[in-house]
């Protein structure tokens, strides 16, 4: 059973860089052909697709957020992290890691994580 659970800072100031960490267990990153994705939903909104790193380590983002996006991984830790740069409160949301196995097709999701962009 593959488990994943977002951790970070649930409050951000605005123009700074949000940072948050999925732990993935039950199954290793590097497993042929799965893609990690970073998933938002922002409060009375529908989902927003932010990113993903492929079991290769390629990354791919949203045309809309590429600017402001990285996506890495620690292999030793079978952990992927999300960065989003210069946030603002419209950038405030519950953000989810899940596995993307067949072109935006999840199967497994963390529990997600509420982040607030405030100062």
């Known amino acids: 059973q593959v488990q994943l659970q977002e951790s970070g800072p649930g409050l951000v100031k605005p123009s700074q860089t949000l940072s948050l960490t999925c732990t993935v267990s039950?199954?290793?990153?590097?497993?042929?052909?799965?893609?990690w994705s970073w998933i938002r939903q922002p409060p009375g909104k529908g989902l927003e697709w932010i990113g993903y790193?492929?079991?290769?380590?390629?990354?791919y983002y949203s045309p809309s957020l590429k600017s402001r996006t990285s996506i890495s991984r620690d292999t030793s830790k079978n952990q992927f992290t999300l960065q989003l740069s210069s946030v603002t409160p419209e950038d405030t949301a519950v953000y989810y890691c899940?596995?993307?196995?067949?072109?935006?097709?999840?199967?497994?999701w963390g529990q997600g994580t509420q982040v607030t962009v405030s100062s």
């Open positions: 899940a596995r993307d196995f067949e072109a935006g097709t999840y199967d497994y």
């Open positions: 039950g199954g290793s990153i590097t497993t042929n052909y799965y893609y």
């Open positions: 790193i492929a079991y290769s380590g390629s990354t």
